[in-house]
């Protein structure tokens, strides 16, 4: 029987409708918090190459099988290749240093495999077959159970079916009620390509304001987030609504935290559910807006 808080891609794996997100994880502090999320349930962790957590998160995995008697099969790893960039004056990967990269990243991680690699964002046109096919070759060894992209739009995904390519399992992009992506979700889904939505708490007040943790917010629009009043309406936090939006909607979700009590809380998405009047309020919602992806996002003219 289909586990109902699972969505499955392509080539059959399941993946947890709520996974534990790792991005601004430092590696000191990674292990204990994968370890946590994992006791307290988690059962989908993602990290990056670019996060540079990736020892931490496999040390973490490691520690939280043995304390729970969890078999490596029961937890999904998703890791990402950083492309490269050379407008940023770094080199792109290419078809045999995009597997070198996740030999690396399973180097770092302890494993033998992850059940999802992404190619995190589609910066070099020149590149982007050649990484794609050292993809391909990575699920084909064993490598990587299932094969993504991260941050492709429409015609990203197009490039890959024009070049007779095979089509990712998944596309991790920002989703949130402020934006919506609803023209690529479209093509995604008759496509078969399973969204995973990434920063499903932009909208609130409190997203990203730590030192360090850039956002493209202004303090007008952390002022606007207007979800506090539906919360209460379900008992719930602003974040656990934000979170059941994407969840309701059929996204997998990555909540990231440190902090016990609001790990806790951000996996028990499943004793609630929104009305569909309230979920249609918080579909028109929609602005436009991409906060978490950079200025001068170098895909833009790609």
């Known amino acids: 029987m289909t586990d109902p808080n699972t969505r499955t891609l392509s080539t059959g794996v399941a993946l947890p409708l709520v996974g534990f997100g790792t991005y601004l994880i430092p590696d000191a502090e990674a292990a204990a918090a994968v370890r946590t999320a994992i006791e307290l349930g ?6 990056a190459e670019f996060y540079a957590n990736e020892r931490g998160v496999g040390e973490g995995l490691r520690e939280a099988l043995a304390s729970t008697g969890l078999r490596r099969e029961d937890v999904l790893v ?4 950083f492309p490269g960039n050379a407008a940023w004056g770094q080199t792109p990967k290419t078809t045999v240093t995009t597997i ?6 399973l180097e770092k991680l302890g494993l033998a495999y992850v059940d999802l690699y992404l190619i995190h964002a589609p910066f070099e046109r020149s590149q982007r077959l050649a990484q794609w096919k050292g993809m ?13 992209v991260s941050n492709f739009d429409v015609r990203h995904l197009e490039e890959l079916r024009e070049a007779g390519l095979e089509t990712p399992s998944a596309n991790q992009i920002e989703l949130h009620p402020w934006t919506q992506k609803r ?23 409190t997203w990203r304001t730590a030192e360090g943790h850039a956002s493209r917010k202004t303090d007008a629009m952390r002022a606007e987030a207007p979800f506090a009043e539906m ?26 935290s440190t902090k016990r009590e609001r790990m806790k809380e951000n996996a028990d998405l499943f004793s609630f559910r929104i009305s569909d009047a309230d979920m249609a309020r918080l579909d028109a919602m929609e602005r436009g807006e991409s906060l978490a992806w950079p200025p001068g996002d170098p895909t833009q003219n790609a």
């Open 183 to 205: 023209d690529l979700l479209r093509y995604m889904e008759e496509k078969n390509i399973t969204p995973i939505a990434y920063s499903s708490l932009a909208p609130l007040s």
């Open 136 to 148: 391909i070759e990575l699920k084909k060894r064993g490598s990587a159970r299932a094969i993504g």
């Open 42 to 47: 988690y059962r989908h962790i993602d990290t």
């Open 231 to 256: 919360a209460e309406t379900y008992g719930v936090s602003e974040a656990r609504l934000l979170l059941r939006w994407a969840i309701q909607k059929g996204y997998p979700v990555l909540p990231k």
């Open 78 to 81: 998703t890791t990402k290749l």
């Open 100 to 105: 070198t990269s996740l030999e690396a990243s």
